[in-house]
């Protein structure tokens, strides 16, 4: 069976072709970074009539890197949310008409589901149950795994997450937009000793999270200087969120994989791609003897291969999971526990 995956829940435009029995055949990425950069962040008009204009030549691309026509594929998941509203609108109507021409059936799929099944598409994919730490966006979440559509929250952000916290520190710092790789590159030139900042809710017994502190004390450090801050500076303060959040965000890892008794870290999302938080998360299984395991670099972002993967593990157990409406139905906001078991 091949999906077709659409992906246009914010500032990327994914398109890509996954066969159950040969895995991932193409996909076909367009990133707006560059157009919202100026802006300091996304501009939800921008992004759509961005993704107007992408999807189609995307589609092209992915069928032709893949080597198949239109009428091959079998299938066609899009992402139905959560997101910007305007944006999952581009990507349903471009899925729906689509399957609509082709009379083929069609999947919402949530775009947290994708995130958080994309490691799976790599070479050496974990097996079920595993821990998964979420880290994508406005959202940062640790759950338990047992299956497709079987996920436990066992603890979330309960203000700011930690992909918020680091685009709104750069931000603080003038490292525009996107701001989280920017300031985890200047952080590997910082001074560990320089800053202190704090841990929110490292010691508590439970799971979940604050960063909304953190980034009030960067705020409050870039304060203190009286005139502008030298570069040194700013690499130091880097340095000291940097290791903050790392800080918190492997402890409570740590703390999960001891409660529930598994040995198998999975991360998903944005920030996944930080090299700091590998590093802590690589030393800190070597120490304790569990394995974490990561999306490939490249499916770290938006994408829309991750979309293909989660639907076509979805019509694999549920072949009726995908139907012939081609109504154009988002869900702007969908938690992610309100889905069904594969």
């Given at each position: 069976?091949?999906?077709?995956?659409?992906?246009?829940?914010?500032?990327?435009?994914?398109?890509?072709?996954?066969?159950?029995?040969?895995?991932?055949?193409?996909?076909?990425?367009?990133?707006?970074?560059?157009?919202?950069?100026?802006?300091?962040?996304?501009?939800?008009?921008?992004?759509?009539?961005?993704?107007?204009?992408?999807?189609?030549?995307?589609?092209e691309q992915a069928?032709?890197?893949?080597?198949?026509?239109?009428?091959?594929?079998?299938?066609?998941?899009?992402?139905?949310?959560?997101?910007?509203?305007?944006?999952?609108?581009?990507?349903?109507?471009?899925?729906?008409?689509?399957?609509?021409?082709?009379?083929?059936?069609?999947?919402?799929?949530?775009?947290?589901?994708?995130?958080?099944?994309?490691?799976?598409?790599?070479?050496?994919?974990?097996?079920?149950?595993?821990?998964?730490?979420?880290?994508?966006?406005?959202?940062?979440?640790?759950?338990?795994?047992?299956?497709?559509?079987?996920?436990?929250?066992?603890?979330?952000?309960?203000?700011?997450?930690?992909?918020?916290?680091?685009?709104?520190?750069?931000?603080?710092?003038?490292?525009?937009?996107?701001?989280?790789?920017?300031?985890?590159?200047?952080?590997?030139?910082?001074?560990?000793?320089?800053?202190?900042?704090?841990?929110?809710?490292?010691?508590?017994?439970?799971?979940?999270?604050?960063?909304?502190?953190?980034?009030?004390?960067?705020?409050?450090?870039?304060?203190?200087?009286?005139?502008?801050?030298?570069?040194?500076?700013?690499?130091?303060?880097?340095?000291?969120?940097?290791?903050?959040?790392?800080?918190?965000?492997?402890?409570?890892?740590?703390?999960?994989?001891?409660?529930?008794?598994?040995?198998?870290?999975?991360?998903?999302?944005?920030?996944?791609?930080?090299?700091?938080l590998r590093a802590?998360?690589?030393?800190?299984?070597?120490?304790?003897?569990?394995?974490?395991?990561?999306?490939?670099?490249?499916?770290?972002?938006?994408?829309?291969?991750?979309?293909?993967?989660?639907?076509?593990?979805?019509?694999?157990?549920?072949?009726?999971?995908?139907?012939?409406?081609?109504?154009?139905?988002?869900?702007?906001r969908w938690p992610?526990?309100?889905?069904?078991?594969?």
């Amino acid at each position: 069976m091949i999906v077709l995956g659409v992906e246009s829940s914010c500032d990327e435009t994914g398109l890509a072709l996954y066969d159950t029995e040969r895995g991932l055949l193409s996909h076909a990425l367009h990133s707006q970074v560059a157009m919202h950069e100026e802006y300091g962040g996304v501009v939800p008009e921008l992004a759509s009539r961005d993704h107007i204009r992408r999807a189609l030549p995307l589609l092209e691309q992915a069928l032709s890197s893949a080597g198949i026509a239109k009428t091959d594929i079998d299938a066609i998941a899009y992402t139905q949310g959560p997101g910007l509203a305007g944006a999952l609108l581009v990507g349903s109507s471009v899925a729906c008409s689509l399957a609509l021409a082709l009379d083929k059936p069609v999947l919402g799929v949530h775009h947290l589901e994708g995130h958080l099944l994309s490691p799976l598409l790599a070479s050496d994919p974990p097996e079920f149950p595993f821990i998964a730490l979420l880290v994508s966006g406005g959202h940062t979440q640790l759950m338990r795994v047992d299956g497709v559509g079987r996920y436990t929250l066992l603890g979330e952000t309960l203000d700011d997450a930690a992909g918020e916290a680091f685009d709104k520190s750069a931000k603080l710092l003038g490292l525009g937009y996107p701001g989280g790789p920017a300031i985890s590159r200047l952080a590997e030139f910082g001074d560990p000793t320089a800053y202190t900042l704090p841990r929110p809710m490292l010691h508590t017994k439970d799971f979940n999270f604050s960063f909304s502190g953190l980034k009030t004390a960067v705020l409050t450090v870039v304060k203190s200087q009286q005139t502008n801050i030298c570069e040194q500076d700013k690499a130091n303060i880097a340095r000291g969120f940097v290791d903050a959040i790392v800080d918190v965000l492997t402890a409570k890892c740590v703390n999960a994989l001891r409660h529930t008794g598994l040995k198998r870290l999975v991360i998903a999302g944005g920030v996944g791609a930080n090299a700091q938080l590998r590093a802590s998360l690589n030393a800190a299984a070597a120490k304790r003897k569990f394995r974490v395991y990561y999306p490939e670099l490249e499916f770290c972002t938006d994408n829309g291969a991750m979309i293909a993967f989660a639907g076509a593990l979805r019509l694999k157990a549920k072949p009726d999971a995908a139907q012939h409406d081609y109504s154009f139905n988002v869900r702007p906001r969908w938690p992610l526990d309100e889905l069904e078991a594969a």
